[in-house]
């Protein structure tokens, strides 16, 4: 696992990942704790799970599951949006200790179709290509999946902005009416009450 | 369908399966190894990231600010001995290519710091590619590529480009469309707010006037 980062022990850290519907999203991560002692992260940290947490755009819960120091998970997106999938520690100690701190791998695919390793050592030329080929096609769905998401988000994007145009177009009128209806009524309000204080 | 993955090599064991499985590791060596994440950035907050490199590979960090803010962060980038690379403030987006000199851990940061009360969405991808060839006579080894491996590599190729530029202009989009939001937002608040202070001050003026002309003196006449 390549990237990693550093996190408090009780610190909730979220990614976010904006997906088309049915694309299926495969995490994997490593967790290590700051050993006070050795001034180095443990390798193996027993007892450290960590609390993953995904969430719908829509704001349900799609997986919410305890894994180990070192774990696989993986989710099928059925709406199209932003996913936020959200990594805590389980840890129970006092967030007060100083010094204490977790350092998170992490590697998140989005629609992968893993190369079949079995492949590299495929004796049958066909079969080889006919599983680049497999893989190219699954490629190519996916760009597809992800255009036609792109032209809903295009539509709401556009959306907006004829709201945004007939909102301003509307208060600008209402705003000038409610003006001028105002102007004559201080004017008229003023009038009578010179007239009645016999001033004019 | 590979969004870039940390993918590893593997080698056929068979001399004569070697060339074929060195192809297929070229298919994916092009693109050795990559990340791209997006997280929210607090106000007043840093973010840091970790890989560790080895020497003389080709990297490239893009990033670029979805939402918040003026949408704008600072980043930089370290080397394992601690050196800054590459150093931008308030930047929107950018595109960093470096060649590894040191092998080690290196660092790259995203800061809020600047900002007092708006988060910011960051999306980054950092992508490691180009390591050196496993065999160094791999080259001539493409005259023995049939026309199918070929076309697959083209494909390849092609597609992992569409996908490059489809997430680019899938974030110009999600930026767009969150100003857009944010504009319709402020029109409709702005319009209640300055309607509602049309009608106060207007109502405020004759209320005032009036009471000018309204002395309470008892028994006297207004003049």
Known sequence: ?200 | AARRGAGGMRVGMRVGMLALAVLLCALRAGRAGGTELTFELPDSDKQCFHQELERGLKFTLDYQVITGGHYDVDCYVEDPNGRTIYKETKKQYDSFPHRTEVKGVYTFCFSNEFSTFSHKTVYFDFQVGDEPPILPDMSNRVTALTQMESACITIHEALNTVIDSQTHYRLREAQDRSRAEDLNGRVSYWSVGETLILFVVSIGQVMLLKSFFTEKRPGSAST
């Open chain 1, 1 to 200: 696992l390549a990237l990693y980062f550093h996190s408090g022990e009780r610190e909730e850290k979220c990614i976010i990942e904006d997906i088309p519907s049915d694309t299926l999203v495969i995490g994997n991560y490593k967790v290590q704790r700051w050993d006070i002692h050795k001034q180095d992260f443990l390798e193996y940290a027993p007892g450290l799970g960590m609390f993953v947490t995904v969430t719908t755009p829509s704001a349900e819960v799609l997986l919410s599951k305890l894994y180990g120091p070192k774990g696989t998970f993986s989710f099928t997106s059925y709406l199209s949006g932003e996913h936020v999938i959200c990594l805590q520690s389980n840890s129970t100690r006092f967030v007060a200790f100083a010094g204490s701190k977790l350092r998170i791998h992490l590697d998140i695919r989005v629609g992968e179709h893993f190369l079949d390793e079995s492949v590299v050592q495929a004796k049958d030329k066909v079969n080889e290509v006919n599983s680049r080929l497999e893989h190219l096609i699954e490629q190519i769905h996916h760009i597809s999946k992800e255009q036609n998401y792109e032209r809903e988000r295009e539509e709401k994007f556009r959306k907006t902005s004829e709201e945004t145009n007939s909102n301003i177009l509307w208060w600008a009128i209402v705003q000038t009416l409610i003006l001028i209806s105002i102007g004559i009524w201080q004017i008229k309000s003023l009038r009578d009450f010179f007239i009645s204080k016999k001033l004019v």
